[in-house]
T-cell receptor, first 112, second 120 residues
Framework: DAGVTQSPTHLIKTRGQQVTLRCSPKSGHDTVSWYQQALGQGPQFIFQYYEEEERQRGNFPDRFSGHQFPNYSSELNVNALLLGDSALYLC???????????FGSGTRLTVV | KNQVEQSPQSLIILEGKNCTLQCNYTVSPFSNLRWYKQDTGRGPVSLTIMTFSENTKSNGRYTATLDADTKQSSLHITASQLSDSASYICVVMVGPNNGAKEGGGFKTIFGAGTRLFVKA
């Protein structure tokens, strides 16, 4: 039973560029949430996708956008990258109506 | 305001020793509380989950306690091992909020974590 899969594992981008991160949820899960975790901090909620729509959003600018596909996988897009966007980006999947989350191993994004 | 605060921020202990990590929360309505272990650069892995009615839950050398009256939880690690070096994150699930716009009626509130270093 595959858990949550994220790709790529590491990424280096230049300021101003755009990036796309990918997440495949755990089998049987239909909801995907994205988090940003700066070094030494707890994860900060970015947004959640369910039924291919953004259903909940944290305090992140519009540069952060996402998408969910019919197979429940999801993408996180960040435009006009800033140095402060450097972080570990975590994807967590869950089943609608249930409170448990399963996390992926994350994508380490470095903006230079 | 929903908040989760953890202490200490970091902790250094010798291999074989015990330690206790603290989590205080202010959330409403409370659904459950989880402790996660997060190795550097990896995703969090769930250690324990407790609902309102549960006072203690064990997972091997990890024992979590919950006091719903004082809104405090602790994670006790017994006979620490080098592999216990990691961040330990307290996560409180808030909800469900009937009719709320939030997804599934639940919201996750993360603590900043306690960084544990176990030395030989």
């Amino acid at each position: 039973d595959a858990g949550v899969t994220q790709s790529p594992t590491h990424l280096i981008k230049t300021r101003g560029q755009q990036v796309t991160l990918r997440c495949s949820p755990k089998s049987g899960h239909d909801t995907v949430s994205w988090y940003q975790q700066a070094l030494g901090q707890g994860p900060q909620f970015i947004f959640q996708y369910y039924e291919e729509e953004e259903r909940q959003r944290g305090n992140f600018p519009d540069r952060f956008s996402g998408h969910q596909f019919p197979n429940y996988s999801s993408e996180l897009n960040v435009n006009a990258l800033l140095l402060g966007d450097s972080a570990l980006y975590l994807c967590a999947s869950s089943l609608e109506g249930r409170s448990g989350y399963t996390f992926g191993s994350g994508t380490r994004l470095t903006v230079v | 305001k929903n908040q989760v605060e953890q202490s200490p921020q970091s902790l250094i202990i010798l291999e074989g020793k015990n330690c206790t990590l603290q989590c205080n929360y202010t959330v409403s309505p409370f659904s459950n509380l989880r402790w996660y272990k997060q190795d550097t650069g990896r995703g969090p892995v769930s250690l324990t989950i407790m609902t309102f009615s549960e006072n203690t839950k064990s997972n091997g050398r990890y024992t979590a306690t919950l006091d719903a009256d004082t809104k405090q939880s602790s994670l006790h690690i017994t006979a620490s091992q080098l592999s216990d070096s990691a961040s330990y994150i307290c996560v409180v699930m808030v909800g469900p909020n009937n009719g709320a716009k939030e997804g599934g009626g639940f919201k996750t509130i993360f603590g900043a974590g306690t960084r544990l270093f176990v030395k030989a």
